[in-house]
């Protein structure tokens, strides 16, 4: 099993609608999450930190965590051919004390 | 404010040659990471250096190394480079604590022919 998991996509939605990342990790005792963006042949980009069970807004993005179900997702609202790019989760690994990067999603916003 | 810095940009070396890349924290960070993102994959961990010891080591062979020094800058050493190495090497800094999110630097790029 892998320590954090995403679907690799590509996920492509209409602009304007909301796009929904999901990612999946591993250890059971994690308490740090983020989500970062990271555009072809760029370095990757912090978007959002969530620490706590339930739904973090900021601007257009909404980070939720579930702990118990070891889920943590990113929602675009209103999304815009900008946001195209490949989302990265993040999870700090406690056993590890190390951070763990997904695979990444790539989202296509279609204008 | 002065963010992550990486030189070079970007390297061109061949077989079994060394390299050496560089990397200085943001302003006010303790703790560099180093990370190594092949095309189409998520970043993988290195290693990690506060106060100038390696603090944590993802699986990567001992070919890399590193070292911090006291202005908290850091290098990343590759021996006996191998085509597989070729990749975006990220530095990243943050502060010793585990819920303190990384920023990344620009990264070098590297290929070895």
């Known amino acids: 099993q892998k320590e954090v998991e995403q679907n690799s996509g590509p996920l492509s939605v209409p602009e304007g609608a909301i796009a929904s990342l999901n990612c999946t990790y591993s250890d059971r005792g994690s308490q740090s999450f983020f989500w970062y963006r990271q555009y072809s042949g760029k370095s990757p980009e912090l978007i959002m930190s969530i620490y706590s069970n339930g739904d973090k807004e900021d601007g257009r993005f909404t980070a939720q965590l579930n702990k118990a179900s070891q889920y943590v997702s990113l929602l675009i609202r209103d999304s815009q051919p900008s946001d195209s790019a490949t989302y990265l989760c993040?999870?700090?690994?406690?056993?590890?004390?190390?951070?763990?990067f997904g695979a990444g999603t790539i989202l296509r916003v279609k204008s | 404010d002065a963010g992550v810095t990486q030189s070079p940009t970007h390297l061109i070396k061949t077989r079994g040659q060394q390299v050496t890349l560089r990397c200085s924290p943001k302003s006010g960070h303790d703790t560099v990471s180093w990370y190594q993102q092949a095309l189409g994959q998520g970043p993988q961990f290195i290693f990690q250096y506060y106060e100038e010891e390696e603090r944590q080591r993802g699986n990567f062979p001992d070919r890399f190394s590193g070292h911090q020094f006291p202005n908290y800058s850091s290098e990343l050493n590759v021996n006996a480079l191998l085509l597989g190495d070729s990749a975006l090497y990220l530095c990243a800094s943050s502060l010793f604590t585990g819920r303190s999110p990384l920023h990344f630097g620009n990264g070098t790029r590297l290929t070895v022919t």
């Open positions: 993040a999870v700090y690994m406690e056993y590890g004390n190390k951070l763990v």
